[in-house]
């Protein structure tokens, strides 16, 4: 399976990120996944895609040629895909992808999600997504869907089956859905 994963260029403030990266990373590897990604040497991108190939694992990496311009790609990747920008990157990465996942991030990682979210929704792209809800990182954006349910601007019912997962067994369980 496919698993895209949107998350941070940065590494954020707490080390507890950094270790999800790379953990998460090694359980896609060793469950015999494929690691989609923005292919980026820096921030939680780079743990993530160490911890897979630190365990054997297929990494693709998808990267916009300013990117390429900045040497801002991680070495050592399976394959790298160099696109012309980011909505390019973004398509192609929707392409790609089975499943969908969010990590911790910034502003980056909310739209790519964002967008996946949307299509899904939309019914114009297959797959699912999910948000790594790893220390509560997303518990905001629950409240936000929930809030927005509540509101009338988006089914109560589809909120609600939004999935937000804070464990690798809650992860395993939604792969296995």
């Known amino acids: ?9 940065r590494t954020g403030n707490r080390d507890v990120y950094r270790s ?11 469950h015999g996944h494929t690691l989609i990604y923005g292919g980026s040497r820096t921030g939680l991108m780079a743990k993530l895609a160490d911890g897979a190939l630190d365990h054997g694992g297929r990494v693709i990496g998808v990267e916009p040629q300013f ?4 040497e801002l790609q991680h070495e050592g990747l399976t394959e790298l895909i160099v696109t012309r ?3 390019s990157r973004k ?30 929704k939309l019914g114009l792209l297959p797959g ?19 809030y927005m349910a509540h509101e009338g601007f988006v089914d109560d019912s589809w ?5 937000f997962l804070s464990s690798f067994e809650q992860l395993d369980a939604f792969l296995a859905e």
């Open 1 to 9: 399976m496919n698993i895209t994963v949107y998350l941070g260029a």
């Open 20 to 30: 999800y990266a790379y953990e998460l990373g090694a359980w896609i590897a060793c």
């Open 67 to 70: 990117f390429m311009e900045e």
């Open 85 to 87: 920008d980011m909505a």
């Open 91 to 120: 398509k192609k990465m929707m392409e790609m992808g089975d499943v969908f996942l969010a990590f911790p991030g910034g502003i980056g990682t909310l739209e790519e999600i964002s967008e996946v979210m949307s299509q899904i």
């Open 128 to 146: 699912r997504f999910a948000f790594l809800d790893f220390n509560g990182y997303y518990q905001p954006m629950k409240a936000l869907l929930l």
């Open 159 to 163: 909120a609600r089956q939004v999935a």
